[in-house]
């Protein structure tokens, strides 16, 4: 019987994580988060009072055994005068069946099977009306994700304008699973939405699985500016119940100077440090490992071999 394994995150990170991990006998979940609400998505959760997509539609991609053709269909976003200019075709595809089946769910589930999906995918809630807020350290609030995400003031705490209700399948997955992981990718905005979540937190403390995190390489400006592995790990131990996490894992790959300047020049992030002497204290064991490799011209952790290593940790 195949390992389950449950994933939280949402977008980019988590996305380059599953094209690896689909390719391992394992039974995945990924839980997607639901508050963005920028660019096509944000317009979409107007128009149509749902829940976000645009995460889902990356996630389905990745997930996807079909062609190359179709896949890049799903990302196609449309660049004409009309009020379809800038919408991903794979988020109206996603409103069309949400629409036809009153549940995205069900909508996902659908795509599933047409876009031949062996692994589950599943919002983390259903509410149309999921408000992402923050406060910030000078005490401000911000509302909603794509506002978050373009203040330049830092984040004290966040949670939401109304608790969601969580699907219980997320939930039951969480409570058979053997493994849970917290995708790479924003903290902000793909992991700690789940986290500020009481229903997740309760269903994380009873879970007999451990809780892994996968270290992104990069700091994110405004939000986690000089961060060492060891601060992402408080962080999200500071959103987390009693379970804390069980194990991170972090690229130790040596970035190469004329990278590392690109990335500080042009979006002002730096490399993530490994803090071994603080590492050693906490009581989170650190799994290290050269998985960094370069793709479109940017810092990606190597798919296959995260993916490996993951599944090593299942087994021993």
């Known amino acids: 019987m195949n390992k389950k394994v449950v994933v939280f995150g949402g977008g980019t ?22 508050s963005d609400s920028g660019r096509s998505t944000g317009k979409l959760r107007e128009e149509f009072h749902v829940p976000a997509v645009g995460d889902i539609r990356q996630v389905l991609t990745s997930l996807s055994s079909t062609s190359k053709n179709i896949k890049k269909m799903l990302e196609y976003r449309f660049n004409t005068t009309s009020d379809l200019d800038g919408h991903a075709l794979g988020n109206l595809i996603l409103i069309s069946l949400l629409n036809i089946t009153g549940s995205l769910k069900e909508s ?3 795509l599933c099977t047409l876009l031949d999906i062996k692994n589950k995918v599943l919002p983390l809630t259903e509410d149309a009306n999921i408000t992402l807020m923050a406060e910030m350290t000078d005490k401000t609030i911000i509302e909603g994700e794509e506002n978050i995400t373009k203040c330049d003031k830092k984040v004290k705490r966040l949670f939401y304008k109304e608790e969601p209700k969580v699907l219980d ?10 493994l849970v992981i917290f995708s790479m990718g924003s903290l902000y905005t793909s992991l700690l939405p789940h986290l500020i979540s009481k229903e997740i937190i309760t269903s994380l403390d009873m879970t007999k699985a451990n809780i892994m995190y996968l270290c992104n390489i990069v ?6 500016d000089d961060f060492t592995v060891s601060d992402h790990i408080k962080l999200i131990n500071s959103y987390l119940g009693k379970h804390k996490l069980d ?3 972090a690229s130790n790959s040596k970035i190469s100077e004329e990278m590392a300047l690109r990335y500080a020049n042009e979006e002002r992030k730096d490399p993530v440090k490994i803090d071994y002497p603080v590492l050693s204290k906490l009581d989170t064991e650190f799994i290290e490992a050269d998985l960094l490799t370069i793709a479109d011209n940017t810092l990606k952790h190597h798919s296959q071999k995260l993916s490996a290593l993951i599944f090593s940790y299942l087994m021993r």
């Open 13 to 34: 990170g988590l996305s380059y994580l599953l094209k690896g991990l689909k390719d391992f006998p394992l039974d995945i979940t990924a839980v997607i988060t639901v």
């Open 108 to 110: 996902i589930a659908e």
């Open 169 to 178: 399948e997320v939930k039951d997955a969480i409570k058979d699973a053997d």
């Open 219 to 224: 700091t994110q400006p405004g939000e986690t």
């Open 247 to 249: 194990v991170v894992i």
